[in-house]
């Protein structure tokens, strides 16, 4: 199994700030991992796949990079919007496997 | 507008058995396959089960391998999860998901979760 390592576990920022999120995999996945925002009480939403592929309808402000083991997620200026939890989540092999997600706060 | 609406959460005590459905719309059902993600109270997402899009082809977590069947209803536009055995740690929220394509990659919509509570 794939494991997924997600760095910081908490990052406090203030709004207009960057944010920048780490996600570690255990072995090599080539550019298959993926990002997702949940807010309190809601469903997760996809943000990216493919490792920097914006999904639908997701903000500019929002990229992704990195292949092999090493991922990272970017938001650029942090909207009020923003602040929430990030998990990354891998596509190869079985069973599926989300990271254990960096919490981003309001500092 | 795509939309999974789920029911069938509860209540079951140790070694009961549930099932969860979500109907789906906005979309052609049987263009994509299903997932099932779930997430304990106040933990992190853990992906559970994915069928394909015609029911073929299934795929567990091991911790639910011979106690969870995942299956769909093309006509019905309907994914289902029956859980049996089941255990004080399957409490959690079940969501239900939409594949991004027919690969069982990625998930880009999801239910509003339905909350299984295992306790005697």
């Known amino acids: 199994e794939i494991v997924l390592t997600q760095s910081p576990a908490t990052l406090s920022l203030s709004p207009g700030d960057r944010a920048t999120l780490s996600c570690r995999a255990s072995q090599t996945i080539s550019n298959y991992l993926a990002w997702y925002q949940q807010k309190p009480g809601q469903a997760p939403r996809l943000l990216i796949y493919d490792a920097s592929n914006r999904a639908t309808g997701i903000p500019a402000r929002f990229s992704g990079s990195g292949s092999g083991t090493d991922f990272t997620l970017t938001i650029s200026s942090l909207e009020p919007e923003d602040f929430a939890v990030y998990y990354c989540q891998h596509r190869t092999g079985w069973p599926r496997t989300f990271g254990p997600g960096t919490n981003v706060e309001i500092k | 507008e795509v939309q999974l609406v789920q029911s069938g959460g509860g209540v079951v005590q140790p070694g009961g058995s549930l099932r969860l459905s979500c109907t789906a719309s906005g979309f052609t059902f049987d263009d994509y396959a299903m997932h099932w993600v779930r997430q304990a109270p106040g933990k992190g997402l853990e992906w559970v089960s994915l069928i394909n899009w015609d029911g073929d082809n299934t795929f567990y977590r091991d911790s639910v391998k011979g106690r969870f069947i995942i299956s769909r209803d093309n006509s019905k536009n309907s994914l289902y999860l029956q859980m049996s055995s089941l255990r004080p740690e399957d409490t959690a929220l079940y969501y239900c998901?939409?594949?991004?394509?027919?690969?069982?990659?990625?998930?880009?919509?999801w239910g509003q979760g339905t909350l299984v509570t295992v306790s005697s």
């Open positions: 998901a939409k594949d991004l394509d027919s690969n069982g990659y990625y998930l880009d919509y």
